[in-house]
Every structure is written in structure tokens, then in C-alpha cells.
């Protein structure tokens, strides 16, 4: 089962909810509109890439798009969390990329499918290392993510539809959470194409930089 690390403590990763249509503009950018709760999808874990592991695309598309994103692990799981309690629930914080075949996406679209191969395939979860969830506010936060060393993305979590909290709180009305969930909580604006070779560097300083390479 894949891991991920909170400073030095390991973590096994458990269940990966990811949450669309969470910034207006990207919304806007995809022709989506924002609803009136949270748009959620489940990823396998045997989607995610560790730090310094490659990017491998997969053959059946054309055009596999990067999602920069904050993402928070479970700590202490619930059901039913009051949104007051959110946050403690968290034990860190960390980026990833939701990766997606944004062609494989449209024809889902099309057809009135589900997103799962679009989005679920080996490789389409990439998680940096996380930072512990103690002292840190998430809706303070700025993020990028460059690709060969060209801006691509810039978050400000205090643009999110649907703050961490809420988030937390909706999708444990929802679903058990348990320790070890993992949530992305969506992306901004600036969504587009990778290709072998790029490399691919997340910040959020000054408390991660790391980088992924396409191979």
C-alpha cells in the first residue's frame, strides 16, 4: 500500500477524495459551474506517485493535463465532523497533482460516464512529502507549480469555493473517514498539457519544493 510523509512519520495511505470546480476561475476555464456542495471523486491509491518517482503517461491518451493542488491527510478519522472540528482531524498537509486525460475526460463527458479511468489511472495521484498540520492555517496559503521553469499555476486557498473545513465536514457527512484519507482540495486556473520531459516543480515555501519529471 502506498505511503506518504508527515515530517518523519510514515503514513499508509487509505482512501483519495478529490474535489472539482473548487475556484471559480478554473471552473470558468473548463466551462463548469460551481455547485451548490462540493463535487467529490474517489482516486485508488495505487494511483500515487512518490517524490522523486517518475511521471509515466499513460499510452491510451493524447493529452494528460496537470491539477496543481493542496491536499490534506487524515489524521483522525469520523463520521459526521462538525466543520468547528475540521482541522484537528488533519495530521498534515502537503501538494499533489490530480493528473488527468483530459481527452479520455471529454468523452466521459460526452456519454454521461464516470471520470475513473480520466482520472484514476497508475500515476494520476502525485504527492510531495506533507508538512505537519500544527500551526498552519489552510485558507492562508500560496502555491505554484512551474514546468521547466515557466509559471503554469499560482493557487491562493483563499479563493476556494469550499474552505478545508467545509470540506472535511461535507465529505464525512458522506463517507466514514478514516486515518490515513486523503483529500485534494482542488485546483486553480492555468490546467494544461505535460509531455516527456518536462520537469514539473511544486512550491509552496517555505515549506515545500520538490520536483517530478516526466519519463
Given at each position: 500500500m502506498a505511503e506518504l510523509r508527515v515530517g518523519e512519520q510514515k503514513i499508509r495511505i487509505n482512501n483519495i477524495f478529490c474535489v472539482a470546480r473548487n475556484f471559480v476561475a478554473h471552473a470558468k476555464?473548463?466551462?463548469s459551474v460551481i455547485a451548490d456542495e462540493p463535487v467529490v471523486f474517489i482516486k485508488p491509491n495505487s494511483a500515487v506517485?512518490?517524490?522523486?518517482?517518475?511521471?509515466?503517461l499513460p499510452a491510451w491518451s493524447n493529452d494528460v493535463h496537470h491539477e496543481l493542488e493542496l491536499v490534506v491527510v487524515i489524521g483522525e478519522g469520523g463520521k459526521n465532523i462538525a466543520k468547528e472540528n475540521a482541522l484537528n482531524h488533519i495530521a498534515g498537509y502537503g501538494l499533489g497533482l490530480d493528473l488527468t486525460a483530459r481527452d479520455v475526460q471529454a468523452v466521459a463527458k460526452k456519454n454521461g460516464a464516470p471520470?475513473?479511468?480520466?482520472?484514476?489511472?497508475d500515476g494520476a495521484a502525485v504527492l510531495t512529502d506533507f508538512v505537519a498540520a500544527q500551526g498552519i492555517d489552510p485558507m492562508q496559503q500560496q502555491f505554484t507549480l512551474h514546468i521547466n521553469n515557466e509559471l503554469r499555476q499560482s493557487a491562493d486557498t483563499r479563493l476556494m469555493v469550499f474552505d478545508v473545513a467545509t470540506l472535511i465536514a461535507w465529505i464525512s457527512s458522506k463517507f466514514t473517514l478514516q486515518a490515513g484519507d486523503v483529500i485534494y482540495t482542488g485546483t486553480p486556473e492555468g490546467v494544461g498539457s505535460i509531455h516527456l520531459g518536462d520537469v514539473l516543480r511544486l512550491t509552496w515555501s517555505p515549506h515545500i519544493e520538490q520536483e517530478f519529471v516526466v519519463a
Amino acid at each position: 500500500m502506498a505511503e506518504l510523509r508527515v515530517g518523519e512519520q510514515k503514513i499508509r495511505i487509505n482512501n483519495i477524495f478529490c474535489v472539482a470546480r473548487n475556484f471559480v476561475a478554473h471552473a470558468k476555464e473548463m466551462g463548469s459551474v460551481i455547485a451548490d456542495e462540493p463535487v467529490v471523486f474517489i482516486k485508488p491509491n495505487s494511483a500515487v506517485v512518490q517524490p522523486g518517482a517518475p511521471l509515466v503517461l499513460p499510452a491510451w491518451s493524447n493529452d494528460v493535463h496537470h491539477e496543481l493542488e493542496l491536499v490534506v491527510v487524515i489524521g483522525e478519522g469520523g463520521k459526521n465532523i462538525a466543520k468547528e472540528n475540521a482541522l484537528n482531524h488533519i495530521a498534515g498537509y502537503g501538494l499533489g497533482l490530480d493528473l488527468t486525460a483530459r481527452d479520455v475526460q471529454a468523452v466521459a463527458k460526452k456519454n454521461g460516464a464516470p471520470w475513473t479511468l480520466a482520472k484514476g489511472f497508475d500515476g494520476a495521484a502525485v504527492l510531495t512529502d506533507f508538512v505537519a498540520a500544527q500551526g498552519i492555517d489552510p485558507m492562508q496559503q500560496q502555491f505554484t507549480l512551474h514546468i521547466n521553469n515557466e509559471l503554469r499555476q499560482s493557487a491562493d486557498t483563499r479563493l476556494m469555493v469550499f474552505d478545508v473545513a467545509t470540506l472535511i465536514a461535507w465529505i464525512s457527512s458522506k463517507f466514514t473517514l478514516q486515518a490515513g484519507d486523503v483529500i485534494y482540495t482542488g485546483t486553480p486556473e492555468g490546467v494544461g498539457s505535460i509531455h516527456l520531459g518536462d520537469v514539473l516543480r511544486l512550491t509552496w515555501s517555505p515549506h515545500i519544493e520538490q520536483e517530478f519529471v516526466v519519463a
